[in-house]
């Protein structure tokens, strides 16, 4: 039952509008049809409350239907029922008939109680929907009323029922209660074709066009009232108007929708508007997202901004704008008239100082006001270097924020400082203008369609993926990047980034984070994902030097001397190429190798993200009889396909031996099979193939996420930051090394294959060349290198910075280790001691697990004569950096026994003669595989001193020697049986040796004056390693 002071239903012929509170928004409403009038209030799921009259607009149908009903409330010639009115409802309850299915999943993201959630409704583009959005609203005098009240519920009397009923969860509609004892309700009497009481009809049928008196409520109507109601507003054509009930409900939800759909004033300016990424990606993003949200209840302002007069920015900006393409399934015709409305909302502006961004701002304003538009919000796109933002965020926070009830998106492009401090001083300028969810970081390969589907896919298919996604099974993981042109005409800015902050320290390190983090309970959540981003980018084991290999093609430096004026043999140190070796330390990926690779002037231009699987498969049969989808032999493995290379185009490639993976049907369909093609060694038909059903590119996708304020394709802040901490350690240890050279193209040949071990990487052909001063007097800078052979002394010269120096040597000894094993089923090593082999030990504990320890045994090349536990022991140090860090048996540890009967190195112990013995018992013919040395600052090695009387020739094997600083006492291995070893490796490290180094290179064998010019293995090898500063100064 209807309450007493609840409003009647103001009934037009054939069109009852119900003026009751039920909805928050008015039928009608003037203005643009992609827009809502500004007005006070809040907003509710459901439209608008406490606002005035006039609200979000309400479309019924299109206009000329509206129109010729209304006018049967103005033209008594034609009466309900007649030819014109007949006309007018049937094209509309055919409409309806035909399209109410569509209608319905339309309203079924509309408007739900207050507080529901509606973001991941679908929508729907059907003829009606669409009309909704895109066609001017009819004003009042085309209904033939004006409406007071804050909301009206809206039905239409037609004479069948709807083809589905109406769902009950969506906007709350107050249906009436039909009386107790007649079964119908006041409403019902209209609806049911029963005739009005006098007192209801005092103003006639209907509203007169342009009235806007206040509607009384009518008194209640009692049961005997009703009967007599029906003969007067019967409408003779429409029997059953109660059964129409449901219609009036679907109505009232497309209303909901509209309420919601029209959001306002979007303003984008672009700044940086008549630039190479503007012109090339920016303006048909801009373009793109018009077409798609145009239509949507969305008016749009577009503003091109520059430094650039306005005259010639004009131009510009019209030749860019003319450019602009639509998608290939709109026809020319259509695409010219859609490019005209773009261009005709888009203007060029010149900003340059405060005053400019306050005459935009102003200029905004009354636009919206002007066409009585709401502002829903601003987007400034910072398509400038990132030296201008701060004064250009200063200039947008005092004079050109919106208002109060509009958003505010600032969005920036890289790079985001050079290095952790810089990044950190540019994040901290920006946070002072703007808050966090204002800014949105850009990095496009996050639009790529391959790479935006990383996690939906991981989400799809957990079930499959659960199992399989973690160290047990994952072989490694490579993210590659690779491209066929050159720097020439970026080397200035290459010049200050290089490969790894350019591509490697964004890119390929936000995909390594997508495959490597914690997938989320809820995947669509933009909060959650960028959380477990973060954790990932903590998970991150720290690099190093060996954790890089470094490139640059050849002519690289002479591109850099043309364009940036340096001086004729300047050599540049920037890499063009880089490939990084990164862990992961957490229980899922421990121990498994992510390999990030990028570089310029290659042999392909091909992107993509793969996932090998370990493979413990044994086939009997021979290759030819492996089949895709059926044998275990094949490699198994996930691609992430970015685009180019053989493919040509974005694409997820899953092995046909692991699963049939899920894909959203309506946006990625199955590759039709492509003969000859070849991925990764392996025909197109061994793998489950899927690619997009329309390719669209990253710029016009993550604008898109702009405007709707989705999070989860940017860096925040803290990512950010914590992808620079993790990269900027090995930034700075890699400032002054020389990358390695090659030609570009094909002829690249295989000089830039790279394998890992352990924890370090290494070129697989060794470089013949080696880095050494130019001619001149003044020290050497990195420009005045030259290459020339790698040899000291007559014998092989490694010389690289100290970490990757020690990393190659440790790769070596492991080398060397593996061989002999191979070999003998041993390996003996003779280690020195002192401060350099220090971060040897460390290295040798930590990233190289594959050593055969437990067939290693390790000797001692001198010690000092304290006891064992004395922290001057070179034994107490291999004790704390290495040996308590690896599995060797204890057994197979050797020290020098210079602490025998509580006394220290007395020749009546006899203690040398005791290691001589268990050297010729234990080492076939004394020789060790490998005996490591160092070189003192007078030329001493071991513990063998110039001028020493004992040591240097003869038949002893270990002998007693005096040191000239404390702790005097010594034992040491003597030259005789060092050169008996099969690998003799010198370590020379820090500017301390430079003048000795120098001075040996110069003298041939004296071991009387410098001990170590005695060394030279008998039949074995030695080799030099010397870091830069030992080398050169």
């Given at each position: ?8 239903a ?38 608008w ?9 309400l ?93 009206r ?5 037609l ?27 006041p409403?019902?009497?209209?609806l ?9 009809d005092?103003?006639?049928?209907g ?15 009692s ?25 009036a ?47 949507k ?32 399934d ?17 203007q ?33 796109y ?71 589907q ?89 690099l190093?030097?060996?954790?890089a ?20 043999g ?73 685009g ?80 620079w ?24 040949g295989?000089?830039?294959?790279f394998?890992f ?14 880095l ?41 000894i ?10 003998f ?48 022991s ?140 005695g ?11 010397m ?7």
């Amino acid at each position: 039952m209807l309450d007493s002071g609840e409003k009647p239903a103001t009934r037009l012929p054939g069109l009852l509008l119900d003026t009751t509170t039920s909805l928050g928004h008015s039928c009608v409403s003037q203005g643009s049809p992609y827009d809502a009038q500004q007005r006070p209030g809040r907003e509710t799921g459901c439209g608008w409350e406490g606002g005035p009259a006039t609200s979000p607009p309400l479309l019924l149908q299109n206009a000329a239907d509206l129109k010729e009903l209304g006018t049967r409330s103005e033209a008594p010639s034609a009466p309900p029922g007649t030819a014109r009115s007949q006309g007018a409802w049937s094209r509309l309850r055919l409409r309806l008939r035909l399209e109410l299915p569509a209608l319905s999943r339309c309203c079924a993201r509309a408007c739900t109680l207050p507080g529901a959630s509606r973001a991941r409704a679908p929508r729907t583009r059907g003829p009606l929907c669409a009309r909704a959005r895109a066609q001017k609203p009819p004003r009042c005098e085309a209904l033939g009323a004006a409406l007071p009240g804050r909301g009206r519920a809206v039905g239409l009397n037609l004479a069948s029922r709807p083809p589905h009923p109406p769902p009950r969860s969506l906007c709350p509609v107050p249906l009436v209660k039909p009386d107790r004892a007649s079964g119908a309700g006041p409403r019902d009497a209209h609806l049911s074709g029963q005739p009005r009481p006098a007192e209801d009809d005092a103003r006639g049928p209907g509203l007169s066009p342009g009235s806007s008196a206040p509607l009384n409520a009518p008194p209640r109507r009692s049961a005997e009232q009703r009967p007599a109601l029906t003969a007067k507003t019967k409408h003779p054509g429409h029997p059953g108007f109660r059964k129409m009930l449901p219609v009036a409900v679907w109505v009232a939800l497309l209303g909901c929708l509209q309420a919601q759909e029209l959001q306002g004033h979007v303003s984008i300016i672009l700044l940086g508007a008549t630039g190479d990424l503007a012109k090339k990606y920016l303006w048909q993003g801009l373009f793109q997202l018009y077409l798609d949200e145009a239509g949507k209840g969305h008016h749009f302002s577009f503003h091109g901004a520059a430094l650039t007069a306005p005259e010639q920015g004009q131009g510009v900006l019209a030749k860019v704008l003319e450019s602009l393409s639509c998608p290939k399934d709109v026809a020319p015709d259509r695409c010219a008239e859609l490019k005209g409305q773009f261009q005709r909302l888009s203007q060029y502006r010149q900003l340059k100082t405060p005053e400019d961004y306050l005459a935009l701002s102003k200029d905004i304003e009354a636009l919206v006001q002007r066409e009585g538009l709401r502002e829903a919000g601003r987007i400034f796109y910072f398509s400038v270097p990132p030296f201008a933002y701060a004064d250009i965020a200063r200039s947008i926070n005092s004079s050109c924020r919106p208002g109060p009830d509009a958003w505010l998106r600032v969005v920036l492009e890289k790079p985001f400082g050079h290095d952790y401090l810089s990044a950190q001083q540019l994040a901290e300028e920006l946070g002072s203008f703007f808050q966090e969810e204002e800014m949105y970081r850009v990095d496009h390969y996050l639009g790529k369609q391959a790479v935006a589907q990383i996690l939906p896919f991981r989400d799809q298919n957990r079930k499959a993926l659960d199992g399989l996604w973690n160290r047990h099974h994952v072989e490694r993981v490579e993210v590659v990047l690779k491209e066929t042109l050159d720097a020439e005409g970026r080397t200035s800015f290459y010049e200050e980034y290089g490969v790894i902050r350019d591509v490697l320290q964004n890119h390929l390190t936000e995909i390594l984070t997508l495959v490597a983090m914690e997938l989320p309970r809820d995947a669509s959540s933009s909060t959650a994902v960028l959380q477990h981003k973060l954790q990932a980018f903590r998970a991150l084991r720290g690099l190093r030097r060996g954790s890089a290999v470094l490139g640059q093609y050849q002519a690289y430096s002479e591109q850099v001397r043309r364009e940036l004026h340096k001086p004729d043999g300047f050599q540049s140190l920037t890499p063009t190429f880089a490939g990084i070796l990164v862990h992961v330390d957490n229980l899922r990926w421990e121990g498994v190798p992510f390999i990030l690779m990028s570089g310029k002037a290659l042999d392909e231009r091909v992107g993509y993200v793969r996932v090998l699987f370990k493979n413990r498969a044994f086939c009997a049969q021979s290759e030819k009889q492996w089949v895709g989808d059926r044998s275990r032999c094949l490699p198994q493995q996930i691609v992430f396909y970015i685009g180019h290379g053989e493919l040509g185009s974005p694409a997820v490639l899953v092995s046909r031996t692991l699963f049939r993976p899920t894909l959203p049907a309506g946006s990625w369909k199955e590759l039709e099979a492509r003969p000859g093609l070849q991925l990764f060694g392996h025909p197109l038909s061994d793998f489950y193939a899927y690619g997009p059903v329309r390719e669209q590119d990253a710029y016009s996708t993550l604008i898109s996420h702009i405007f709707r304020g989705r999070k989860d394709s940017f860096i925040t802040t803290e990512n950010l930051l914590a992808s620079w901490v993790f990269w900027t350690p090995l930034l700075e240890g890699l400032a002054h090394e020389a990358p390695r050279l090659y030609p570009g193209g094909a002829e690249n040949g295989h000089l830039l294959d790279f394998e890992f071990r352990g924890s370090e990487l290494a070129f697989c052909l060794q470089q013949p060349e080696q880095l050494v001063p130019g001619p001149g007097s003044a020290p050497p800078r990195p420009s005045d290198f030259q290459v020339l052979q790698a040899t000291y002394r007559d014998s092989p010269l490694v010389s690289a910075w100290p970490e990757e120096l020690i990393a190659k040597l440790a790769d070596d000894i492991e080398a060397a280790a593996a061989k002999a094993v191979q070999r003998f089923g041993q390996f003996h090593l003779a280690l020195s001691g002192g401060s350099s082999p220090v971060a040897l030990f460390q290295q040798l504990a930590a990233g190289h697990y594959g050593f055969p320890w437990a067939h290693t045994h390790l000797w001692l090349v001198d010690e000092r004569c304290v006891p064992p536990w004395d922290p001057e022991s070179n034994f107490q140090g291999l004790q704390t950096h290495l040996l308590r860090h690896v599995w060797v048996p204890h057994y197979n540890v050797h020290p020098m026994p210079v602490h025998l009967r509580q006394r220290l190195c007395a020749e009546e112990d006899r203690g040398a003669q005791a290691y001589a013995e268990e050297i010729s018992a234990l080492v076939t013919n004394g020789s060790f595989d490998l005996v490591l040395l160092g070189m003192g600052t007078d030329g001493h090695t071991a513990s063998l001193f110039p001028q020493s009387p004992t040591g240097l020739d003869g038949e002893q094997l270990v002998v007693l020697t005096e040191s000239p600083v404390k702790p005097h006492h010594r034992m040491s291995l003597s030259l005789p049986l060092i050169n008996r070893a099969r690998k003799v490796a010198v370590l020379v490290m820090g500017k301390l040796k430079r003048d000795i180094t120098l001075l040996v290179s110069r003298v041939g064998r004296q071991p009387k004056k410098w001990p170590i010019s005695g060394v030279l293995p008998d039949s074995g090898q030695l080799v030099w390693y010397m870091d830069y500063e030992a080398f050169l100064g």
